[in-house]
């Protein structure tokens, strides 16, 4: 018996031995050769779809600096396996789950800086949570790159480590205001204009932005529809539009609610002559194969175009149809872009230490040939908003594919109207 | 009244008759054995992706992927009864909360995992699309999940009321000491009562799945609702989820029509909460 427990505890320490001495050895060299980013999306809840593109998309990039790449050309870290600013050093992405909840987001970016000892983080899809995410990169003195949250606070909130690439809020309302103005020079009836938002974060921020961005060009929203996120019925709301008539109905809406609407309006025999989508929802891939064909005619936003055979953001597209089994949209893109932005500046600062990420990150100036979206550049101001960003309007004339059609100079086909539905 | 009105009101009670579709078997099981079964929502959306499931590998609608639902459902009830509901009874009902909680998220992420997270739908005129009835927009599938509800309702109480299986049910659940001394074995009326109850829901979700998206997460948006028209209609009773099915669906369509639909839950839940501070057991729950 004696000599059994002996020999136990033998086996024991010497096991604990090399478990520890395997353990630090992975350590030194995970500190050596890979640079730990945070990754906070919806990979489950009610954004789960969102989430898990969105993962796809990181998985792409992560993919494409890892690897050698020459064939895409003059695009940041592709040529060349790893970041040639760290020695060739490759790119671990950790994902964390925020479950659809600003609390939860909040929790595992604390878990990702304090734990994963991230060197930066990027994410969190709504924008309900990349505020409260932020909040803790900002407390930590850990950059976040954010690629998707168009909520115009984000920005306003004098934070020294939060940079954001995507065009917000208040650019696409211009957007809108300017494609309507165009519309109109065609004979196109656009005065009477509906606001459908849920009621997020980013649906009353983006409501709001554009009723003032319209109100400062002389036009009044003839009609705000606010309602609760994942609704069980829509009925009463399509009913209200219905009754009222408008000439445009802008919807800003996530998947689940964008379907029940597009569902309930042909139930109820609903057709707006023209209906224009925020992105969000209207973009996820699911929503075009679940009701793109009774959808026909949305307009949409957009900064994403496949662009022609052969280019950089075409191989890309494929290598991300490849990994998710979806088309690229302009939501993935757009995180895409975001992590893009967030390693270049790595790579370009040579080091791992937040500081010297940050400056860099101040002084990222992308040119649009080395960037995967449609911006003029991806240059950041004080406030850490990109200057640059830029979008288009999209239509989804065959139910199947969204095609770029304003303004002019980016148009693959004429935007059609009235709205065709089903 | 005009059209439109007409219109949310008749929207709002084929809402209603749907809320209480989905709700009976979660009172039934609340009524039997006194537990909360918190993987409701859950059943309902196992129900729905059945249907989409029978949709895409054979081609038919509802009247083939509804009774599989109920029948997969019962099926999966009679199962967890036996294995997780029968033991946990014995605990704390901190004990019963967390094991059909954690049913409810086994379920919800064996979905996600075997479908993913995308959203799926099934083809609009699964059921004979829409149709006007004096300017009035009736939906075919909403219409078939009503006059299911209706059924479903009348069917249960029946059951429960008329029938020896009813008598025993309820003996079991009144005093399960005094009904095994008369010879009724309260295991398998209790087996059969989460077979009724699992398979109903399990109709419920196919039905639903004809006008609604599918999603693994669907339950948590539906559970909620179901919850509230079972503690409107009282615990217990599967004529009260019904009537309290269709207060809410009007109630809804009204105060979302009328007041906004950013303000309709609150207008449903203050009315609710007023209603419980006079009613405790709800419309038609025993005292």
């Known amino acids: ?422 | 009244m005009s059209t439109v009105l007409l219109q949310v009101i008749v929207g709002g009670l084929l809402l209603g008759a749907v809320y209480a579709l989905f709700s009976s078997g979660l009172t039934l099981v609340w009524g039997m054995m006194n537990i909360v079964n918190f993987a409701h929502g859950d059943f309902v959306m196992l129900g729905m992706y059945v249907a989409f499931m029978v949709w895409t590998l054979l081609g038919a609608g509802p009247l083939l992927g509804a009774p599989l639902a109920a029948l997969v459902l019962a099926t999966l009830g009679v199962i967890v009864y036996f294995g997780l509901i029968r033991d946990i009874m014995k605990g704390p009902m901190l004990a019963q909360i967390l094991g059909t909680f954690g049913l409810a998220l086994l379920l919800r992420y064996s979905v996600f995992w075997w479908f993913g997270a995308n959203f799926q739908t099934l083809p609009e005129n699964i059921v004979g699309g829409t149709f006007d009835i004096l300017g009035l927009r009736i939906q075919a599938s909403r219409l078939l999940a009503g006059a299911v509800a209706l059924l479903v309702t009348l069917g249960l109480h029946l059951l429960l009321t008329r029938t020896s299986l009813g008598s025993k049910m309820l003996a079991v659940a009144e005093d399960s000491t005094a009904a095994q001394l008369m010879g009724i074995r309260p295991d398998s009326m209790q087996a059969i009562a989460w077979a009724i109850a699992a398979g109903a829901t399990g109709l419920a979700g196919a039905l639903i799945a004809t006008f609604f998206y599918i999603v693994p997460t669907v339950g948590e948006t539906l559970g909620i609702v179901a919850f509230v028209t079972v503690s409107l209609g009282g615990f217990g009773s599967v004529p009260g989820a019904l009537v309290a099915g269709l207060l809410i669906g009007v109630i809804e369509s009204l105060s979302g029509y009328l007041i906004g639909a950013v303000y309709k839950d609150m207008v449903v839940y203050s009315l609710f909460l007023g209603f419980l501070w006079f009613r405790p057991q709800g419309l038609m729950g025993k005292t």
């Not at chain 1, 050769?33 to 779809?49: C, E, Q, Y």
């Not at chain 1, 319209?214 to 009925?235: H, M, R």
């Not at chain 1, 191989?315 to 967030?342: C, H, N, P, W």
Request: aromatic share 8%; hydrophobic share 45%; charged share 20%.
């Open chain 1, 1 to 422: 018996m004696k000599f059994k427990h002996i020999l136990g505890l033998l086996c024991a320490a010497s096991i604990s031995v090399v478990a520890i001495s395997v353990m630090s050895a992975g350590n030194a060299s995970a500190q050596d050769k890979t640079v730990k980013i945070g990754a906070i999306f919806p990979l489950s809840g009610n954004a789960a779809s969102a989430g898990v593109h969105a993962k796809a998309a990181i998985e792409v990039a992560m993919d494409i600096i890892n690897n050698a790449n020459p064939e895409l050309g003059n695009f940041p870290l592709a040529k060349n396996a790893g970041l040639a600013g760290l020695g060739g050093a490759k790119v671990d992405v950790v994902f964390a789950d925020n479950q659809g909840s600003p609390a939860t987001g909040q929790n595992q970016t604390l878990r990702l800086i304090t734990e994963e000892k991230v060197v930066a983080i990027t994410g969190a899809y709504q924008s309900g949570i990349t505020l409260t995410a932020s909040a803790i990169a900002e407390k930590y003195g850990i950059p976040f790159v954010n690629g998707e949250s168009v909520a115009a606070n984000l920005t306003e909130r004098g934070f020294k480590w939060f940079f954001r690439v995507t065009p917000v809020a208040s650019d696409f309302a211009k957007i809108y205001h300017d494609f309507l103005t165009d519309m109109k020079a065609t004979g196109v009836k656009t005065d009477n204009v509906a606001l459908v938002h849920d009621n997020t974060e980013y649906g009353t921020s983006v409501a709001s932005v554009i009723t003032s961005a319209f109100k400062e060009k002389g036009q009044a929203i003839a009609l705000d529809v606010a309602y609760a996120v994942n609704a069980t019925d829509v009925q009463s709301q399509v009913l209200q539009l219905k009754e009222k008539k408008p000439d445009v109905v802008i919807m800003v809406a996530y998947a689940p609610d964008a379907i029940l609407y597009a569902k309930t309006m042909q139930a109820l025999d609903y057709k707006p002559p023209m209906i224009i989508a925020d992105d969000s929802g209207y973009s996820d891939p699911s929503f075009i194969k679940a009701v793109g064909k009774i959808s026909q005619g949305a307009f949409n936003r957009s900064s994403w175009s496949v662009g022609a055979p052969g280019s950089p953001t075409a191989l890309i597209a494929e290598m991300y149809k490849k990994k998710s089994g979806d088309e690229m949209d302009d939501t993935a893109a757009r995180q895409m872009q975001g992590f893009f932005v967030l390693m270049e500046a790595i790579d370009r600062a040579g080091s791992t230490d937040p500081a010297k990420i940050q400056a860099a990150l101040k002084a990222t100036d992308l040119k649009p040939d080395q960037l995967l979206m449609g911006y003029k550049g991806v240059k950041f101001d004080d406030k850490g908003q990109n200057v640059l960003a830029a979008g288009l309007m999209i239509q989804l004339q065959d139910g199947e594919n969204y095609v770029a059609v304003w303004p002019k100079a980016n148009a693959e086909k004429a935007p059609v109207m009235p709205y065709k539905g089903w």
